[in-house]
């Protein structure tokens, strides 16, 4: 097992950061570490809308999920259809020129961070990756 596919499975520290290796040594480790990797690309989002969509076509989500925070809360909560030890979500095209409203973003970062918060008190990893783009560097210290 490589180092990083080691360092994945430590609860302690998953968290929200800036992806600094290849996204194809990420996808090799995460699937050494058998953990789901979700990718969404940020580079074409106009709306919650978008963003929605796509993360719910990312993490395979089922039927009941709706368009709203609430329910990108709820699925990422749940995960109960990709059961595994722990979970990677690669936020691609994520920089300063994503053209998300700046509310939706600051929203999107509030319910990640509390996304891995829910999983480490399950004792599980949950990861977040940014490429090309901003980490929550203001939001880290929130993370137990």
Same mark, same amino acid.
């Given at each position: 097992?490589?180092? #990083?596919?080691?360092?994945?499975? +430590? *609860?302690?520290?998953? =968290?929200?950061?800036?992806? +600094?290796? /290849?996204?194809d040594?990420?996808? $090799?480790? $995460? ?7 979700? !990718?969404?690309?940020?580079?074409? @989002?106009?709306?919650? =809308?978008?963003?929605? /969509? !796509?993360?719910?076509?990312? *993490? ?11 329910? &990108? $809360?709820?699925?990422? +909560?749940? #995960?109960?259809?990709?059961?595994? $030890? =722990?979970? *990677?979500?690669?936020?691609?095209n994520? =920089?300063?020129? %994503?053209? @998300?409203?700046? /509310?939706?973003?600051?929203? &999107? %970062? !509030? ?23 901003? /980490? #929550? !560097?203001?939001c880290?210290?929130? *993370?137990?």
């Open positions: 097992m490589n180092s #990083l596919s080691s360092r994945l499975k +430590n *609860i302690n520290e998953a =968290g929200v950061h800036q992806l +600094n290796c /290849t996204v040594e990420l996808r $090799a480790s $995460a699937a050494q570490a058998q953990f789901p990797l979700f !990718e969404v690309d940020m580079a074409q @989002l106009q709306s919650k =809308g978008d963003l929605l /969509t !796509e993360l719910a076509q990312a *993490i395979h989500a089922p039927d009941w999920f709706g368009g709203n925070w609430d329910a &990108m $809360a709820d699925a990422l +909560n749940d #995960l109960s259809w990709q059961p595994a $030890a =722990g979970y *990677i979500l690669v936020l691609h994520s =920089g300063d020129q %994503q053209s @998300l409203p700046v /509310t939706d973003y600051s929203i &999107m %970062q !509030e319910i990640l961070l509390d996304t891995v918060v829910f999983w480490k008190a399950e004792g599980k990893p949950f990861w977040v990756f940014f490429v090309e783009g901003k /980490t #929550l !560097e203001k880290q210290s929130r *993370i137990p």
